[in-house]
């Protein structure tokens, strides 16, 4: 069965670092790109980039490029969403979801992290 | 950037009425466009994707339609476990942009 398991939950200050994970089993994960998707609490779904574990070519939505970085681990099937200063606005819920290419769309979603940033 | 408008942005409805929800994009999006339901708590779930593809395993009384800038999400005859929150989502151009959603309630 294909899964994608995120990391837990997650308490921060504001100006810390952290990183967070998202894990793919069931399925090569070097073959789908891996999207993040943030959703701030009571709000609707925000496309934040994606990223090919394969090669870790990636691609950032303008509004979140030099905030957050992706990166990923192909030799443990994992890729990451990580923040070097956090904000109190980066306390949301944060999903990793698989892209299919022939289907254009995210057939695959991670159960998703949350995080809360205290200022 | 494409811009995603969806409407309602929230619908009262009943068990057994037939609905639809509307999405707008801002340009031609040459019918790359997926939805997805979200209930609370929980991941978004794809139901459709390439404007009228059903993803597998999903119930055949959800349908989507469109092309150009217009497309449709249809639920023939509503479930309770239907009732949920749904989102479009173009996949033509980067930055990939969702609708800001529409709330099926009771």
């Known amino acids: 069965e294909e899964q994608l398991g995120q990391s837990g939950a997650e308490v921060k200050k504001s100006g810390e670092f952290l990183r967070i994970s998202c894990k793919g089993s069931g399925y090569t994960f070097t073959s789908n790109w891996i999207a993040w998707v943030r959703q701030m609490p009571g709000k609707g779904l925000e496309w934040m980039g994606i990223?090919?574990?394969?090669?870790?070519?990636?691609i950032y939505s303008p509004s979140f490029q030099g905030h957050v970085t992706f990166s990923a681990d192909k030799s443990i099937s994992t890729a990451y969403l990580q923040w070097r200063g956090l904000q109190a606005s980066d306390t949301a819920t944060y999903y990793c979801?698989?892209?299919?290419?022939?289907?254009?769309?995210?057939?695959?979603w991670g159960q998703g992290t949350v995080v809360f940033v205290s200022s | 950037d494409i811009q995603m408008t969806q409407s309602p942005s929230s619908v009262s409805a009943s068990v057994g009425d037939r609905v639809t929800i509307a999405c707008r994009a801002s340009?031609?999006?040459?019918?790359?466009l997926a939805w997805y339901q979200q209930k609370p708590g929980k991941a978004p779930k794809l139901l459709i994707y390439a404007t009228s593809n059903l993803q597998s395993g999903v119930p055949s009384r959800f349908s989507g339609s469109g092309s150009g800038t217009d497309f449709a999400l249809t639920i023939s005859s509503l479930q309770p476990e239907d009732f949920a929150t749904y989102y479009c989502h173009q996949t033509y151009s980067f930055p990939r942009t969702f609708g800001q959603g529409t709330k099926l309630e009771i």
């Open positions: 340009q031609d999006i040459s019918g790359w």
């Open positions: 990223i090919h574990p394969g090669d870790s070519d990636i």
């Open positions: 979801a698989k892209y299919e290419k022939e289907m254009e769309a995210f057939d695959l």
